[in-house]
């Protein structure tokens, strides 16, 4: 391992790479704290001061404004990154799902690298729609006010402006950072999107540390409810969380390999044999989109119920409505039941919108290449897609099961969701699937310059079948 790192800083190519890369990283995190123009100096100084150990995951829009917070690194505060980089990623899925639903953009998406390129420009657009919208909405529903306790606006700075000037900031914020991500794209390694995401997410590993320090204790307090961490919650924290990366690994690397065989070719007066290989099919083919669709959606409830009970508390349906507000609120019964099924729900959905079968047949069957035993064609495709059901039927278990883990580990072992969210969820799959693809990248351009990778056998490998 330390003869490969090495290794990497021997390559002047890929040495630049990674240090650009650090760089651009490094840009974005100065930015994040970049406050917008016009920002009360008494709330930064305020803010900077709070300690950053909420143990509760909250309720309502300020629970979902934490949740994308989380997942996209941004803070949702009055800085100039606030937004992250989720608007990209929505307007991205969202072409994605239009290109297979629009026989236009369809069309557009088979045109190679000239539609590729216009598909990105639409993305564009739609990222800065999104951006305002999304900055609007956030800056109008604060406390802004500066009569309010925890306002943003200076009072020397008119409501409109600063709303003008806010809203303008944000999206700024959001636009520059995509181009810094295609920047990495083009100059770094890895994906930039994602090592945007995984650098805002990682950014909270300090802020576990310092809590766990500050808490721990070397007695065994049994999973008590106290405001001390025991030895024994500590090691099995840490058990689980190692556990829970390899079972990660594992499954992100998984694939159903299908042994495909190309017929039996005439060149000349001579006939070759066919070469034999394999179809390499994911497990995990959705990846983390299904959690944060889910989590999203069920976010919508947990608000609506809470505006209701809010409304109607003093009226005969009070009683009613707080209870739906309870069974929805984060960490319920009900609410990981419905949280489950979502997750199955949206990974088949995914899985149904990219994985093509009767594409994929049909170019087999141009190939020359088919599977043994099955008639080119339907019969193939109808396998290919029988297979896919399956080992989806087996992913969305496991994106389930990391999804529901750190409530779990909260409530069992009485530890807070600031130590816990770290043992599965969203933001565990991002830094685990961004640093996999990370570090096959490095291996490839090791291995290429004739160096050893990370591990033996030159690859990072996961369960195949």
């Known amino acids: 391992m330390i003869e490969s790192l090495i290794n990497i800083f021997k390559i002047p190519e890929l040495r ?16 994040t704290y970049m406050p917008i123009p016009g920002t009360e100096g008494a709330y930064i ?132 950072l995509m181009w810094l991500g295609e920047l990495v794209d083009e100059y770094g390694i890895g994906n930039g999107i994602s090592l945007i995401i995984m650098a805002g997410i990682v950014d909270r590993l300090p802020a576990v540390v310092g809590y766990v320090r500050e808490n721990a204790t070397f007695e065994f307090l049994s999973f008590q409810a106290s405001e001390k961490i025991g030895i024994e919650t500590v090691f099995l924290v840490l058990v689980m969380f190692v556990a829970v990366v390899v079972g990660v690994v594992l499954i992100t690397q998984g694939q159903r390999r299908i042994p495909i065989q190309q017929a039996k070719q ?55 409505t707080q209870e739906l507000a309870e069974a929805f609120g984060y960490g319920n019964a009900m609410h990981q039941l419905i949280y489950v099924a979502l997750i199955f729900i949206f990974c088949y959905f995914w899985t149904a919108i990219t994985f093509q079968p009767k594409e994929m047949s049909n170019n087999l069957r141009d190939w020359g290449t088919f599977i043994p035993g099955m008639r080119p064609g339907r019969r193939t495709a109808e396998y290919l897609e029988r297979v896919m059901n399956r080992i989806t039927y087996v992913g969305s278990g496991f994106l389930a099961i990391i999804a529901i883990v750190p409530s779990t580990v909260s409530e069992v072992m009485r530890v807070p969701m600031l130590m816990a969210g770290f043992l599965g969820g969203t933001s565990l799959l991002i830094i685990v699937s961004v640093a996999l693809d990370v570090v096959q990248r490095v291996e490839s351009h090791l291995i290429m310059r004739h160096y050893e990778g990370f591990l033996a056998e030159g690859r990072v490998r996961g369960r195949r079948s």
């Open 45 to 176: 100084k305020n803010l900077i001061a709070r300690a950053e150990t909420e143990t509760g995951a909250g309720g309502g829009i300020q629970a979902y404004l934490k949740f994308i917070a989380k997942i996209t690194g941004g803070s949702f505060q009055p800085f100039l990154f606030a937004l992250g980089i989720m608007p990209y990623i929505s307007a991205s899925i969202i072409l994605q799902l239009l290109t297979h639903a629009v026989p236009s953009l369809e069309k557009l998406a088979k045109e190679g690298e000239t539609g590729r390129k216009k598909i990105n420009e639409y993305t564009r657009y739609i990222t800065l729609l999104l951006c305002l919208v999304q900055a609007g909405f956030i800056v109008n529903t604060s406390a802004w006010s500066p009569a309010t306790p925890g306002g943003w606006r200076s009072e020397n700075v008119s409501q409109v402006m600063y709303f003008l000037v806010a809203t303008t900031a944000m999206s700024a914020g959001t636009v520059f």
């Open 266 to 320: 005439t060149r000349g007066r001579r006939m070759t044999a066919g070469g034999r290989s394999y179809l390499p099919l994911r497990v995990n083919q959705a990846g983390v989109i299904p959690v944060i669709f889910a989590s999203s959606l069920l976010y919508l409830p947990m608000y609506l119920f809470g505006m209701i009970h809010q409304k109607l508390a003093s009226t005969w349906a009070g009683p009613l």
């Open 16 to 31: 630049k790479k990674i240090l650009f890369t650090l760089l651009i990283l490094l840009v974005y995190r100065v930015g």
